[in-house]
């Protein structure tokens, strides 16, 4: 139907979350009518996320990487830590879990916690047996050999955040860790990113 070179980029946003054909073709179609600076500065915001943006080591966080550091080229995604990992007033003793980098961000503008993070990258998808390769299960196991005292469970309270919790909960079970959900303020079904900073507040504050 499309041209070849049109229909592929259509499949290439298509496979963005949230993002289906429609969506997809109205992406592409917007594209063909940007000028030519418009498309460069496109191409050169493109190159510079993959040249200088790296995940951390520890929290799987994204951040830019040190002047230094891209020097050395791409060489491996992950590149040591983010700021808030390397900030050592942070309490070492609480790792909070999150979906994603969104949430982290979310949770960090209410400046009511300080501790470290630790990004899931998904949650199970109770609908498929694959469901929990969709989280970093084994990297999170590999961070309880550290200070932590306490884990916070900040998950969406939706069926797959909770389903997620109930999983990780037997997971981190065997480490002898204290195991506390986010509280009170948060609405069932409702998402992280989504909620307003006081909301969280009162959510951190009451984690049980």
Do not use: H, W
Request: aromatic content about 8%.
């Amino acid at each position: 139907m499309y041209p070849k070179s049109i229909q592929k980029l259509i499949e290439i946003f298509s496979r963005f979350p949230t993002v289906g054909p429609r969506t997809a073709s109205r992406f592409v179609f917007y594209l063909l009518k940007l000028s030519d600076g418009e498309m460069n500065e496109l191409i050169a915001a493109l190159q510079s996320l993959k040249r200088e943006i790296r995940q951390c080591s520890f929290c799987f966080n994204s951040f830019e990487a040190e002047e230094d550091e891209r020097k050395t080229g791409p060489a491996s995604p992950q590149g040591g830590l983010c700021a808030i990992c390397r900030d050592e007033t942070r309490d070492q003793t609480l790792l909070c879990i999150v979906e994603k980098e969104s949430d982290l961000e979310t949770l960090e503008k209410t400046k009511q916690y300080r501790g470290r993070y630790f990004i899931l990258g998904g949650v199970n998808d109770i609908l498929k047996k694959e469901g929990v390769q969709n989280i970093k299960a084994q990297e999170l196991k590999e961070r309880m050999a550290g200070a932590i005292q306490e884990i916070i469970l900040a998950l969406n309270p939706t069926t797959e955040g909770e389903a997620t919790v109930l999983y990780l909960e037997r997971l981190l079970a065997p480490y002898g860790k204290k195991i506390t959900r986010l509280g009170r303020g948060l609405p069932v079904g409702g998402e992280l990113e989504y909620a307003d900073e006081e909301t969280l507040r009162s959510a951190m504050e009451s984690r049980r």
